[in-house]
């Protein structure tokens, strides 16, 4: 299996643009999550699905973020409009069952 | 709510030392614990992890066990390499919620001199 697949890797964007960041889970696994890691803050959950369906979401910092998962392949997170202060990573993980969580190699944000 | 507290960094070694990372947790249930290595430009990748009191999770040479009258899982290694330099992670999943989402420690950077 390939892995956590997340795209772009590296985004470099200017304050008010749309940013839309996607992943790919693992085949077979139920839960899809996002974290964002920065110097500040460290890792933080931000919001997270299981069988496509959002469980957590208190972790989205504010309505300019949003985060669907149309289908067991497939997820996004969106930020509207960007600002400076979004600059960072954003990991994607997913996981089967009782299983561990398996990291995608995240996609480092920069907002100008 | 939970949380995990890790010591600051970095930790510098000489390769051939002993590490030891400190790990406190709180947690209001009855939580799994893990420890997560994160090299350079590459997403995390599990460690090791324990699942119950006194028990003892092991991988390349570390071992971490848990100890809930100390809320306590911290990462030893008798003799570190230069290949282990990295940010190590301390976490916790609370099972007992059904919550299978990780809080995060700080993170602890590693540096091993040749």
């Known amino acids: 299996d390939a892995g956590v697949i997340q795209s772009p890797r590296h985004e470099v964007t200017e304050m008010g643009q749309e940013v839309t960041l996607r992943c790919k889970p693992i085949?077979?696994?139920?839960?899809l999550f996002w974290y964002r890691q920065t110097m500040m803050r460290g890792l933080e959950l931000l919001i997270y699905f299981n069988n496509n369906v959002p469980i957590d979401d208190s972790g989205m910092p504010e309505d300019r973020f949003s985060a669907k998962m149309p289908n067991a392949s497939f997820s996004t997170l969106k930020i509207q409009p960007s600002e400076p202060r979004d600059s960072a990573v954003y990991f994607c993980?997913?996981?089967?069952?009782?299983?561990?969580?398996?990291f995608g190699p995240g996609t480092r944000l920069t907002v100008l | 709510g939970d949380s995990v507290t890790q010591m600051e960094g970095p930790v510098t070694l000489s390769e051939e030392a002993f590490l030891t990372i400190n790990c406190t947790y709180t947690?209001?249930?009855?939580?799994?614990l893990f420890w997560y290595v994160q090299y350079p430009g590459e997403g995390l990748q599990l460690l090791l992890k324990a699942t119950k009191a006194d028990d003892k999770g092991s991988n390349k040479g570390f071992e971490a066990t848990y100890r809930k009258e100390t809320t306590s899982f911290h990462l030893e290694k008798g003799s570190v390499q230069v290949s282990d330099s990295a940010v190590y992670f301390c976490a916790l999943s609370d099972m007992d919620t059904g919550r299978r989402a990780l809080t995060f420690g700080s993170g602890t950077r590693l540096q091993v001199q040749p």
């Open positions: 993980a997913t996981l089967r069952g009782l299983g561990e969580q398996f």
């Open positions: 947690a209001t249930g009855y939580p799994s």
């Open positions: 085949s077979g696994h139920d839960y």
